[in-house]
């Protein structure tokens, strides 16, 4: 279980981040946390693995206090915390199967990882990882080969090969398209039921957060305005997180997105259906113009 109590993030410009945040999640629970740009989504989540020091209050990991702890034993316990980034963080000239197997570096010897002769053992469950991610067949890929949604995906198997009790994500779908972004929460959703992981994801989609979470958290200007069940999450409650020119903004977007997506359904359906009855390559072309 991870608990949070009282964390404070401040800056040395004054400015506040983080403002008395304090919530518990439970074994198994996707929470998610929204809010608008600069509401502190990014720092709690890198407050908890001190990425990013707190400035006040602690952090509890089944019981055991990260905030007091440096040196051998901060990264003993990080190690059991799994952390899956909007860009990926991928080394791009490495394999899939190199990046997966990177995700052992807090547990083999330098000289292993150096020469990249890894235990067997994590060699067959990152291939197993890799399978359950739907990425087998892309083992001996490099990095930079791959679309945005498998890296995410191979982001995800490297944070499972960690062995983590904790899982934290950072805007997991930013960089994804609408339908790819589905795929990437309801894996990770898969995942943590599978294996009773609590996760706590930064997350920009409200309809997505709506979707795959089991419970939201909002953040405006680092203080916590809303905690509860997604079925509580009305234009009322939205308002108060985003206030009412930036949640009308949103709607208004969203609305356009799916807009724009269903259009470009229809004519990739259309293209297929003239093809499919024998149209002319000249016919297909006019349609297109």
């Not at 693995?49 to 602690?58: A, F």
């Not at 316990?77 to 899956?84: E, K, N, P, S, T």
């Not at 977007?253 to 799916?258: K, Q, S």
């Amino acid at each position: 279980m991870l608990r949070l109590d009282n964390l404070a993030k401040r800056y040395k410009t004054g400015d506040h981040a983080l403002r008395g945040v304090s919530l518990e999640v439970d074994r198994g629970q996707i929470v998610g946390l929204i809010g608008p740009s600069g509401a502190g989504k990014s720092t709690l989540i890198r407050c908890i693995n001190r990425l990013v020091e707190p400035t006040g209050g602690k952090v509890y990991l089944n019981d055991v206090e990260l905030t007091s702890m440096s040196g051998a034993d901060l990264r003993r316990v990080r190690r059991r915390i799994g952390m899956i980034f909007q860009e990926y963080a991928l080394v791009e000239r490495l394999t899939v199967m190199e990046n997966v197997l990177s995700g052992r570096l807090g547990y083999v010897p330098f000289w292993r990882s150096f020469l990249r002769r890894y235990p067997q053992a994590d060699v067959d469950k990152a291939f197993a990882l890799l399978e359950r991610v739907g990425l087998a067949e892309h083992a001996d890929k490099r990095a930079d080969e791959l679309s945005g949604g498998q890296r995410q995906r191979v982001g995800i198997a490297r944070a499972l090969e960690q062995d983590p009790e904790l899982l934290l994500i950072d805007e997991p779908t930013a960089s994804l398209d609408p339908k790819t972004s589905r795929q990437i929460m309801r894996l990770i959703r898969e995942i943590c039921e599978e294996r009773s992981l609590p996760a706590v994801i930064n997350i920009h989609d409200v309809l997505l957060a709506r979707m795959f979470v089991d419970r939201i958290i909002g953040l405006t200007a680092g203080e916590v305005v809303f905690d509860g069940p997604p079925a509580e999450l009305d234009d009322a409650v939205l308002t108060r997180i985003y206030g009412a020119e930036d949640w009308t903004a949103m709607q208004t977007a969203a609305a356009e997105d799916a807009e724009d997506a269903e259009d470009a359904a229809a004519a990739h359906g259309g293209h297929v259906r003239r093809a499919a009855e024998g149209e002319r390559p000249e016919e297909r072309l006019a349609g297109l113009a």
